[in-house]
């Protein structure tokens, strides 16, 4: 990662123009005024995961023609169109990957601090009395807490939250036990997510409006809102018909790479392999089962890993991909790699759990039970062998299209943060 002078992220004592307008700012005196102010636990140079990714495209799309500023605890990204601020950054320490052993003690002062970070709420007041935000938009906020409401609402700016999984049930934020697996809200560590959920609740109060990436997360956590579906970050320009060459199709997985999340494929690949059927399979990501997929690729030269792409090397895998697959046994909320297969024209192969049950409406989605190998080599074979069936499909995503566009992501969330 190649990070950017301090100028870039800290307040200069220099002029910043925005919109056409000069504001001076000076480190210790009133800062520009904000438009929006987008806060995420990380930014994606740091965590690449959707929802991450998702909150820097905002921020990217939405300073085209407003001031933004991009709020993380991550060290500052190559700097763009926004200005970004370093918030509760020392809590990184605390933060234990998947697949690493675990520190308790780092364990659980980590979860203690998600739940209200008295540090992090002194220093994001400070932060945000100096932005003057209009709106702070906040997504993942893990350790930073809560409290990054409270300080938006006590510094004057609207409070806007979009939901990315379903920490406001589970500590896990995905209702999975350590494995992956559904808990079924079965485990003794259920007991403490259920204990914590009225506190929870009732940390939500600063907020004023709640957004949803599927109706669906929206119901499972029982809250209301609006709900703005998830969308392509850079699309291929040209999603030419590569996805159509070759004697041999291509499956691709783009994802992290854990069991809840890759397992199933894995399985399903096997079983196709060993009915003798070709087949290749890409896999892009990062995470606990990358050795294992690695070890695979060089023994079995169906498989390629590519490890963590960039956006290039991702849409050159979606240019030659016959179809992409979200097997997780996980409920996912709303797959950003679903709408990049969509905007890519590809058909997708997904489990039926969580959001992804209402993707079938984009017509270019196969679902099939979670965790079930078998069905999911079934659904592989069959739409690989079928080519009406693949015509179809692409012909569905082909219609909806649009629907993956940063265009109708904007369209719907622009007036949401300036409602009043």
């Not at 990662?1 to 700012?25: E, L």
């Not at 509760?88 to 970070?117: D, E, I, K, V």
């Amino acid at each position: 990662m190649r990070t950017v002078p301090r100028r870039h992220y800290q307040w200069a004592a220099r002029p910043i123009v925005h919109q056409g307008v000069a504001h001076t700012s000076e480190y210790g005196r009133a800062a520009p005024n904000v438009d929006v102010a987008i806060v995420s636990y990380f930014n994606p140079t740091d965590f690449g995961g959707g929802a991450e990714r998702i909150a820097w495209a905002e921020a990217e799309l939405l300073a085209a023609d407003r001031a933004v500023a991009f709020v993380c605890a991550s060290p500052p990204a190559e700097a763009g169109a926004f200005r970004q601020y370093r918030l509760g950054g020392w809590t990184r320490a605390l933060y234990q990957p998947l697949g690493r052993r675990r520190n308790l003690a780092l364990l659980a002062a980590f979860h203690l601090l998600s739940l209200f970070n008295p540090v992090a709420f002194v220093e994001a007041l400070t932060l945000f009395r100096k932005l003057r935000p209009r709106v702070v938009h906040t997504h993942n906020l893990v350790a930073l807490s809560p409290a990054v409401w409270l300080a938006a609402r006590m510094s004057g700016a609207r409070v806007v939250h979009t939901h990315q999984d379903l920490w406001l049930l589970c500590e896990r934020a995905t209702m999975t036990d350590a494995r992956g697996r559904l808990c079924n809200e079965s485990q003794t560590v259920c007991r403490l997510c259920r204990a914590l959920r009225p506190v929870k609740t009732a940390a939500m109060s600063p907020v004023q409006l709640e957004i949803f990436p599927s109706r669906w997360l929206g119901d499972r956590l029982g809250r209301g809102g609006e709900v703005v579906p998830n969308f392509a970050i850079a699309p291929p320009a040209d999603v030419a018909s590569a996805a159509w060459s070759g004697d041999v199709p291509t499956i691709a997985y783009l994802g992290s790479l854990v069991p809840h999340k890759l397992g199933a494929l894995l399985d399903a690949f096997g079983l196709i392999r060993r009915r003798g059927i070709e087949i290749h399979l890409a896999v892009a990501g990062s995470g606990p089962l990358a050795a294992e997929v690695r070890d695979l690729a060089r023994s079995e030269p169906a498989i390629d890993f590519l490890g963590e792409v960039d956006v290039d090397g991702r849409n050159r895998l979606l240019a030659r991909a016959s179809a992409v697959v979200i097997p997780s046994t996980c409920p996912e909320t709303s797959p950003l790699v679903f709408f990049e297969a969509l905007a890519a024209g590809l058909p997708v192969i997904a489990s039926d759990i969580g959001g992804m049950t209402e993707l079938v409406r984009y017509e270019n989605v196969v679902l099939v039970p979670p965790g079930d190998g078998g069905a999911l080599a079934d659904a592989i074979v069959t739409v690989l062998g079928d080519r009406a069936q693949r015509v179809e499909l692409r012909a569905g995503a082909e219609r909806h299209a649009a629907e993956a566009s940063a265009a109708r992501y904007a369209k719907q969330l622009l007036p949401l943060l300036g409602r009043s």
